[in-house]
């Protein structure tokens, strides 16, 4: 049974910087583009970062460039997000996501598992 799961989210005054974390089990983790998404109250999921299966390509949401960066460990199994320079449109909960043998694509309905999320909540 695969499973993702977020952690380290919370509430943070702008400006300041957060890590999220997403554990991966019961899949050949080194397989797989992982992905970060959030969805904002009242808003639909958009994309946030994503890294292909190789590691090699890296894709980020023109509004968080140069603020976050995913980075992943396989030996770890687990995929991270460091965020930086937050701001209070930051606020939602991010979901990780999981594409097998992905290039780190933007369209969320190309990952076949997700995490239950984690909520990212930036004050101002």
């Known amino acids: 049974q695969v499973q993702l799961v977020e952690s380290g989210g919370g509430l943070v005054q702008a400006g300041g910087s957060l890590r999220l974390s997403c554990a991966a089990s019961g899949l050949t983790f080194s397989a797989y583009a992982m992905g970060w998404f959030r969805q904002a109250p009242g808003k639909e999921r958009e994309f946030v970062a994503a890294?292909?299966?190789?590691?090699?390509?890296?894709n980020y949401k023109d509004s968080v460039k140069g603020r976050f960066t995913i980075s992943r460990d396989n030996a770890k199994k687990a995929v991270y997000l460091q965020m930086s320079s937050l701001k209070r449109e930051d606020t939602a909960v991010y979901y990780c996501a999981a594409d097998i043998w992905g290039v780190g694509k933007v369209d969320g309905n190309s990952y076949e598992h997700w995490g239950q999320g984690t909520q990212v909540t930036v004050s101002s």
């Open positions: 890294m292909s299966w190789s590691g090699d390509i890296t």
